[in-house]
């Protein structure tokens, strides 16, 4: 019998912070190779022996390089390093996988596929450092009940909420949009690295946003201004779209122009230069960073998509709370909380931990009955998680 726990959620809105990282910036760029590299090992894994093998490789370092930006173009006077470390099977039977490879044609190709002023071949030295696992580990994620449900290989624990906040949507919207238009064409001078931070006391709201300007599209520093007011207009719309009509907005907050100290890049990401990364100090599996919600400071991406709690238990526990509060008309808001034991089923948490603000004056005793049926069938089926966590179809950041 898994223990389920419900208590009430006292909502409170008058201050909301919420942040979001965007593609280019150097920690997302982190988690987003680790989370390439488990995939392409999901996918060689299975190629070649028909199932995912044991790996964790959620250690992902960027030390940032050295560039001298300018109007008109910029140099890269040091390459950005990136370090892709952990765990993973490498020899099974007489079938050697190449990780180092796959490591790092994997990275060439995101970074290609996803900052455009980036020249990977000239700008970023890739270093694989994975190694196998230890025998334990490798012997819990071997082991099956009779069921074949994996065993977690960590005690741990994942939290999730919903719904997403009005401000939330609108944060991961203006990211998207602005990251998700034709970067070629459309205001080529937007690098990928924009940062998001939006504060809202009551009803007034603060958008702070920095974008890395790439040079060598701006001609001086005139362009860069009608760039930032571009940027500042785009974002403004989608803002209202949301039903934030009235806000703040601030591009590049510490720019001075009249000292031509403005935040002007070559390849669009901070990693050049200004910044490092690594990989979980980003978005959480939702996509944000919200510290007035619940959050687990678990990396998951890289993390194996089988067995690990970390990663599992944080997009399962969001995926309960979405459905609760979609399928049970009087719940307004749900936060759950998963804990793991290491060694136990995956679908069998030590304890879930639902805290739950209700409408039309319903009590959480009238709601128990649905609610613990709805969780129990979430649990029953977390295989089918895994499975789309291993396919790729599951965004962890």
């Not at 796959?102 to 000239?122: F, M, P, Q, T, Y």
């Amino acid at each position: 019998m898994i223990p389920i726990a419900i208590s009430r959620l006292e909502t409170d809105d008058e201050i909301e912070i919420v942040e979001r990282k965007g593609i280019g910036h150097p920690d997302t760029i982190c988690d987003a190779l680790a989370e390439m590299l488990s995939r392409n090992l999901c996918r060689e894994y299975q190629k070649q022996f028909g199932r995912v093998l044991h790996h964790n490789v959620d250690k992902a370092l960027l030390c940032g390089g050295q560039a001298v930006p300018a109007f008109g173009g910029g140099t890269v006077t040091v390459p950005i390093r990136i370090f892709l470390a952990g765990r993973a099977i490498a020899e099974f039977g007489s079938v050697t996988v190449p990780i180092d490879t796959i490591a790092v044609e994997g990275s060439k190709s995101w970074l290609k596929a996803n900052l455009h002023a980036l020249d990977v071949d000239r700008h970023v030295r890739i270093e694989a450092l994975v190694r196998p696992g230890s025998h334990d580990l490798r012997s819990i994620y071997s082991r099956r009940r009779i069921e074949d449900i994996p065993l977690a290989n960590d005690t741990s624990f994942g939290v999730g909420h919903a719904p997403l906040s009005p401000l939330e949507r609108l944060v991961r919207a203006i990211e998207q949009r602005l990251n998700g238009r034709d970067r070629g064409s459309d205001h080529p001078a937007w690098g990928e690295d924009i940062k998001i931070m939006a504060v809202r006391n009551g009803s007034h709201l603060d958008l702070t946003i920095a974008c890395a300007m790439i040079g060598g599209f701006l001609a001086g520093i005139d362009d860069y201004l009608e760039e930032k007011s571009a940027l500042a207009a785009r974002v403004r719309d989608c803002a209202s779209q949301y039903g934030f009509p009235e806000c703040h907005i601030a591009i590049n907050a510490a720019d001075d122009p009249a000292s031509g100290s403005v935040y002007l890049t070559v390849t669009g990401t901070s990693a050049e230069a200004g910044d490092d990364g690594q990989v979980g100090r980003g978005n959480r599996v939702n996509g944000l960073i919200t510290p007035c919600r619940p959050m687990s400071l678990e990396a998951a991406a890289g993390k194996n998509p089988v067995s690990h709690v970390g990663k599992i238990y944080n997009v399962l526990a969001t995926q309960l709370a979405e459905t609760l509060v979609s399928a049970i008309a009087d719940i307004d808001h749900a936060h759950c909380l998963l804990v793991s034991k290491i060694g136990a089923p995956i679908s069998e948490p030590a304890l879930v931990h639902l805290r739950l603000a209700t409408r039309n004056g319903a009590s959480l005793a009238q709601l128990r009955n649905p609610v613990e049926a709805l969780v129990s069938d979430g649990l029953s089926r977390t295989p089918e998680l895994v499975a789309r966590l291993a396919a790729g179809t599951v965004d962890v950041f």
